[in-house]
């Protein structure tokens, strides 16, 4: 579904830029098999950056701790970003989409 929508995406706007971004982890470690499907499809996915018009970033490190848990005081569900889990999502997109968009970083 994802490489599809890449393809659309180009055929469609073939100069437009395009951000794929890991999919984000869930559960509360590596044990979750929800966590290690999103893990196989993650896998897969820098295979559809032409590092042209389409660009692969994974920040899935920003939302977990060292020893790879995901925090609830990010995603309290272990699932859905909260506020302070949108910021870190912010934060970590925000040098990747300042590069690609020729545009001063936010300090």
């Known amino acids: ?20 971004l890991s999919i984000f982890p869930r559960g509360a470690d590596n044990s979750d098999p929800l966590r290690q499907e999103n893990q196989r499809v993650n896998k897969m996915l820098p295979a ?19 020893e790879g848990k995901l925090s609830r005081t990010l995603m309290p569900d272990l699932l859905h970003p909260n506020t302070k889990g949108y910021e870190v999502w912010a934060k970590a997109m ?14």
């Open 1 to 20: 579904g994802i490489e599809a929508i890449v393809k659309s995406l180009k055929k469609k706007l073939p100069q437009t830029k395009i951000l794929v």
């Open 48 to 66: 559809l950056a032409d590092q042209k018009t389409v660009f692969h970033l994974d920040i899935n490190q920003a939302f977990l701790d060292e």
């Open 94 to 107: 925000e040098p990747t989409l300042s590069k690609l968009l020729n545009d001063t970083a936010v300090k």
